[in-house]
């Protein structure tokens, strides 16, 4: 099974309005991060989290972080429209073993 | 400009034609990745580099080649694709920092969509 789980699978809101996601992983971690894939493009990273990090931010972005949970959120304020794409949470474990997950497909309709 | 290149964007096969994805890092890493991406199934690692000569299996190994004779290079072989090939494949780098807390951000390509019928 997948180390990062997203849920949910598919997010649908209004522009302006928060997208809240999450992730789920099942071992221990060095790190966490999200990426964000455009259709059919490459990845970019938003935001890396360490396991000792509770949470961190990033112009409208929040990521947090629950290692007695094994979990994260990514958040995104005041959506944009531009903001439409699959999202991807990685989990880093020792070495440079990294786990993604299936990813959220967030849609911000104008 | 730091970044990572791979070649072709876009390929169309045949089954059991041999092809090879190339990818190249101009950031001195050491670490090199590659994964496929599936419709609701996520990115899955398909082999990975801790350096030139050191190649390791990911999840999903079977069907694939690679090498690492240079640091820079790390290609992709497919010795006699399948269908069950076709996917988009990213080419990934990153520094190597085993076991630390240290910043290890994986840069990724831009990907190749291959289609084998």
């Known amino acids: 099974s997948q180390q990062g789980e997203e849920d949910p699978q598919a997010l649908s809101i209004q522009e302006g309005e928060n997208a809240t996601m999450n992730c789920s992983y099942k071992?221990?971690?060095?790190?966490l991060q999200w990426y964000r894939q455009n259709s059919g493009r490459g990845l970019v990273h938003l935001i890396l989290?360490?396991?000792?990090?509770r949470e961190k931010h990033s112009g409208r972005l929040r990521v947090t972080l629950d290692t007695s949970k094994k979990s994260s959120s990514l958040l995104i304020t005041a959506s944009r429209a531009a903001d439409t794409a699959s999202y991807f949470c990685?989990?880093?474990?020792?070495?440079?073993?990294?786990?993604f997950g299936a990813g959220t497909r967030l849609t911000v309709k104008p | 400009e730091a970044q990572v290149t791979q070649n072709p964007r876009y390929l169309i096969t045949v089954t059991g034609k041999k092809l090879t994805v190339t990818c190249s890092q101009n950031?001195?890493?050491?670490?090199m990745s590659w994964y496929r991406q599936d419709p609701g199934l996520g990115l899955r690692q398909i082999y990975y580099?801790?350096?030139?000569?050191?190649?390791d299996k990911g999840d999903v190994p079977e069907g694939y080649k690679v090498s690492r004779k240079e640091k820079r290079n790390f290609p992709l072989i497919l010795e006699s694709p399948s269908p069950n090939q076709t996917s988009l494949y990213f080419c990934?780098?990153?520094?190597?920092?085993?076991?630390?807390?240290?910043?290890?951000?994986?840069?990724f390509g831009p990907g190749t969509r291959l289609t084998v019928l």
């Open positions: 989290i360490r396991s000792n990090e």
């Open positions: 990685a989990t880093e474990r020792k070495g440079n073993d990294m786990r």
């Open positions: 990934a780098s990153s520094l190597s920092e085993p076991f630390s807390y240290t910043y290890n951000e994986q840069f």
């Open positions: 580099s801790m350096n030139v000569e050191v190649t």
């Open positions: 071992t221990s971690i060095n790190n």
């Open positions: 950031m001195n890493h050491e670490y």
